[in-house]
């Protein structure tokens, strides 16, 4: 099962295959808020699952043979379309829109009541996971990418439902360590104060983008 | 918006929902995985979009004003289905299943590829937010609840995508902060290791059950 793919999908190609998947999941996003928030009665919950299990049918139909993996584009560009909180394809993702400008990593997303931890707050965990995402991000923006080595998230408030923003910057790198803070915030104010080192995976070390190559080879 | 609620549901009734929302929220998740991993051309989309729009529809008919919430029943027991990790009736919780015997909380989950943030791994975020969830639920079942108040992760080794296991006790107690220990397991070995502080609220602390009830009162 390949994991790692290389491809050489024409932009334009790219365009209509992304806007498609964003219409696919974005229309799982609102039944998933229904589902959560829904009143209807035993009968309505029968006849809404005959429909879902028929979409489910079609969409089965053809399927990759595992996870949606990380796929890099002749362009440069890679595709996380699968990935669990930004992927355009994943409706677990809320999906997190992630900027870069002057050395700063941003993270923006509307989060409804599926990310609902105590009653009314967004649930710490979700908060986390946009976190360790954003940091991440930073990390690889700076140049100095790797895998999550060490999180660590202070909760100064509960985090309400509804816009959120993470920022995030790289502080230094000490050999194959970037560490990284931040920050996820709603309109109250700073919510959540964080730290993440991330580690560049030895085989990733030297030239990176042989080693990549070579990885995606062997995948 | 009511965010705590009071209930009395008789217990054959709250079986009888409960298997509903299972239901429900069952093929929601079955849908999610097919919505990442699909391969089918854009007509067959467009067709699995309409029955999914049709099923948001029915079930949008009657919503909550707001999130789920939490729910007390007269019973004794606590319903929080709209939670984002252990929620039986949100698709975006895998869901955790959580147990408790002799001091020690578990969770264990069936990860897919809606989880995933390294190629063919469990995203960070996600195994965060499962620490967190059952980290507080370890303070919780140890009679020492709290509201995440720090969250420390160290990630040891790639989470492959599949079964997993989370286990967290209570270490000790210092005013009205808990401290609590866990890992997250594969059939790898431990991949994470989690250390957190739950702090009880203000509000909660003193008369637990007259503060929770005047709470509820409030809001």
């Known amino acids: 099962m390949s994991k ?5 999908i024409p932009a334009d190609e790219l365009a209509q295959r992304s806007a498609v998947a964003v219409r696919l999941a974005d229309s ?3 039944l998933i808020e229904s589902t959560v928030v829904t009143e209807v009665g035993d009968e309505s919950v029968a006849d809404a699952i005959r429909h879902i299990e028929k979409a489910r049918e079609i969409l089965a139909a053809e399927r990759l043979p595992g996870a949606f993996g990380i796929r890099f584009n002749s362009d440069g560009t890679k595709r996380n379309w699968g990935n669990a909180v930004v ?3 994943n409706p677990v993702a809320p999906p997190i829109e992630i900027g870069y400008e002057d050395g700063l990593t941003w993270g923006e997303a509307e989060l409804g009541p599926a990310y609902e931890g105590p009653a009314g707050l967004v649930h710490g965990g979700i ?4 976190l360790d995402q954003v940091l991440g991000s930073a990390a690889e923006n700076a140049g100095a990418p790797g895998m999550t080595g060490t999180l660590t998230m202070r ?3 509960g985090t309400r439902l509804g816009p959120i923003r993470a920022e995030a910057r790289l502080d230094r790198v000490e050999g194959p360590k970037s560490f990284v803070t931040g920050t996820l915030s709603t309109d109250e104010g700073v919510c959540v104060e964080a730290e993440g080192i991330f580690i560049l995976p030895k085989w990733a070390r030297g030239d990176v983008a042989d080693k ?4 995606v080879g062997e995948a």
Chains 1, 2 share one sequence.
Do not use: M
């Not at 990549?212 to 990885?215: D, E, F, I, P, V």
């Open 28 to 30: 799982v996003r609102e």
């Open 4 to 8: 790692y793919l290389l491809e050489d």
């Open 212 to 215: 990549l190559r070579k990885a």
């Open 155 to 157: 909760y100064r408030r």
């Open 127 to 130: 908060i986390a996971a946009i």
């Open 87 to 89: 992927g355009l394809r």
